[in-house]
């Protein structure tokens, strides 16, 4: 290797390349430094290109970093540049502001990712060509307080996460008054329940629009199961607190679809897997009780007044 040294440059290397770097250690002649091109630095492992840095700073993991303009800092790893494709590279933007200067490196869609003053925002494009300029979209971001914002630039509509003695573990903070704060859907797509907060009062819904049902008739058999029902108390036996309810599998023979989950079924590790109850689908049963009762009341009123 030839080593140039002057008054003026001071100690010069050769180019060098992956294979021989113009500066490695004493043991590997295929690990070291070296300069793709003038203006560029490289380093090599066992003589494969580990990492570049170009002319503006943009530094590639395994690959020849590629920008879309001089605006964007890019740390690419591997891949395609993930401007403009769905491939696996990563993005830093140097700061908040995104401009229409950007342009797509290749047909895709974009997919920006910015920290900045303990600020971190996802950004999402819709698929562009090749050259053409965007505006991204915010998706999230995470406040400097550590509040997740989604689909929201701020601390209204927040998922917080705590596991402080005396915090929340979750707060979800509506941004719209009279909106559903968690929606429910099946694999079709049809809204099965959600959770909606007015004011004050939060409301926990199950789907029961009648345009999703046919074949309503009457429920007749109210008496018979409320009748047929085993309400107890017990003890829970994490810890000794008192409970009243009904047990599970129990409920399950006389109102089935108050009953989620299988009796006796464990996890893969053997740990249990209980079974859950939804007092709400037995009101249903008490109201035609009540209203059995009521008519019986009634008849018998209408024979003693006869």
């Given at each position: 290797?030839?080593?140039?040294?002057?008054?003026?440059?001071?100690?010069?290397?050769?180019?060098?390349?992956?294979?021989?770097?113009?500066?490695?250690?004493?043991?590997?002649?295929?690990?070291?430094?070296?300069?793709?091109?003038?203006?560029?630095l490289g380093l090599s492992t066992n003589?494969?290109?580990?990492?570049?840095?170009?002319?503006?700073?943009?530094?590639?993991?395994?690959?020849?970093?590629?920008?879309?303009?001089?605006?964007?800092?890019?740390?690419?790893?591997?891949?395609?540049?993930?401007?403009?494709?769905?491939?696996?590279?990563?993005?830093?933007?140097?700061?908040?502001?995104?401009?229409?200067?950007?342009?797509?490196?290749?047909?895709?869609?974009?997919?920006?990712?910015?920290?900045?003053?303990?600020?971190?925002?996802?950004?999402?494009?819709?698929?562009?060509?090749?050259?053409?300029?965007?505006?991204?979209?915010?998706?999230?971001?995470?406040?400097?307080?550590?509040?997740?914002?989604?689909?929201?630039?701020?601390?209204?509509?927040?998922?917080?996460?705590?596991?402080?003695?005396?915090?929340?573990?979750?707060?979800?903070?509506?941004?719209?008054?009279?909106?559903?704060?968690?929606?429910?859907?099946?694999?079709?797509?049809?809204?099965?329940?959600?959770?909606?907060?007015?004011?004050?009062?939060?409301?926990?819904?199950?789907?029961?629009?009648?345009?999703?049902?046919?074949?309503?008739?009457?429920?007749?058999?109210?008496?018979?199961?409320?009748?047929?029902?085993?309400?107890?108390?017990?003890?829970?036996?994490?810890?000794?607190?008192?409970?009243?309810?009904?047990?599970?599998?129990?409920?399950?023979?006389?109102?089935?679809?108050?009953?989620?989950?299988?009796?006796?079924?464990?996890?893969?590790?053997?740990?249990?897997?209980?079974?859950?109850?939804?007092?709400?689908?037995?009101?249903?049963?008490?109201?035609?009780?009540?209203?059995?009762?009521?008519?019986?009341?009634?008849?018998?009123?209408?024979?003693?007044?006869?």
């Amino acid at each position: 290797m030839a080593v140039t040294i002057n008054g003026t440059t001071g100690v010069a290397v050769p180019l060098g390349s992956a294979s021989a770097p113009a500066e490695t250690n004493t043991t590997s002649a295929t690990t070291g430094i070296y300069y793709p091109t003038s203006t560029t630095l490289g380093l090599s492992t066992n003589g494969t290109n580990a990492v570049t840095i170009d002319a503006s700073q943009n530094v590639g993991i395994g690959v020849t970093p590629s920008a879309a303009s001089s605006t964007i800092k890019l740390i690419q790893v591997g891949g395609t540049p993930i401007i403009g494709s769905a491939a696996d590279g990563v993005n830093f933007v140097s700061n908040a502001t995104y401009n229409s200067a950007w342009k797509y490196v290749s047909t895709g869609n974009a997919t920006l990712y910015n920290m900045s003053n303990g600020l971190h925002v996802w950004y999402t494009n819709v698929s562009g060509s090749a050259g053409a300029t965007f505006t991204p979209t915010e998706a999230a971001r995470i406040q400097p307080t550590g509040n997740l914002a989604v689909n929201t630039t701020g601390d209204l509509g927040v998922v917080s996460v705590a596991t402080k003695v005396g915090y929340y573990g979750i707060t979800i903070r509506d941004a719209v008054s009279n909106t559903a704060m968690l929606l429910f859907q099946n694999s079709a797509g049809t809204t099965a329940g959600n959770i909606v907060l007015s004011g004050l009062t939060t409301i926990y819904g199950t789907s029961s629009d009648y345009r999703l049902k046919e074949n309503v008739q009457p429920m007749t058999t109210g008496l018979a199961t409320v009748s047929a029902l085993k309400p107890v108390t017990y003890d829970w036996k994490f810890d000794g607190s008192q409970g009243e309810g009904f047990i599970a599998h129990e409920l399950a023979e006389i109102v089935p679809y108050a009953v989620a989950g299988e009796k006796d079924s464990v996890n893969e590790d053997g740990s249990i897997k209980p079974q859950s109850v939804d007092y709400g689908k037995i009101v249903p049963h008490l109201v035609a009780a009540i209203k059995e009762l009521s008519a019986e009341v009634e008849a018998l009123k209408a024979k003693v007044g006869a």
